[in-house]
């Protein structure tokens, strides 16, 4: 007959089997959602100063009502700045970026708020540069199944003034 230890390889191994189907059928019940939502953009103030600062209001956002579901453990956001220089044809720079886990707010309170990451440039490509564009993007992190990066689908453009801000000397 078969043995203690026959029995208990049998069942552990039948166990993962059940696990590992269960993990495939998590992940595909979610893999083809689409995850993407409308996204507002505003800026009141632009300052341009040698070491660059970017500020603007952020209105209220709720992220909850499409992108949470039962497959998602966290989202990655980030807000970033495309343009182009004489020097380089894209440039990309990360400016803002926040983890929001499961059960926490997704009510976004960003009002005045400054850059988490300074905007340095190659040279000085960023002065009176008339297209800088800002786009909310997010990394959905899934329990189990691919990580998808979703672009929002909207984004601002904005121009960048000729002058630097005068920084005060103390």
Request: proline fraction near 4%.
């Amino acid at each position: 007959m078969n043995t203690v230890l026959s029995r208990a390889n049998s069942l552990f191994a039948f166990s993962l089997s059940v696990m590992a189907a269960l993990t495939f059928g998590c992940f595909i019940t979610t893999a083809f959602k689409d995850r993407s939502v409308p996204v507002n953009i505003h800026v009141s103030k632009v300052m341009l100063k040698n070491v660059d600062d970017f500020t603007g209001p952020r209105e209220r956002s709720d992220l909850g009502f499409p992108i949470f579901d039962w497959n998602v453990k966290q989202l990655f956001l980030y807000l970033s700045a495309e343009y182009s220089t004489k020097s380089n044809v894209l440039n990309q720079v990360v400016l803002w970026d926040k983890i929001v886990m499961r059960g926490d707010s997704t009510k976004l309170n960003l009002k005045d708020m400054k850059s988490k990451y300074y905007f340095f440039d190659d040279g000085n490509g960023l002065r009176a540069n008339k297209n800088i564009t800002l786009t909310l993007s997010w990394n959905v992190v899934p329990n189990a199944g691919i990580l998808p990066l979703v672009m929002g689908s909207g984004h601002v453009s904005l121009p960048f003034p000729d002058t630097y801000e005068t920084a005060k000397s103390y």
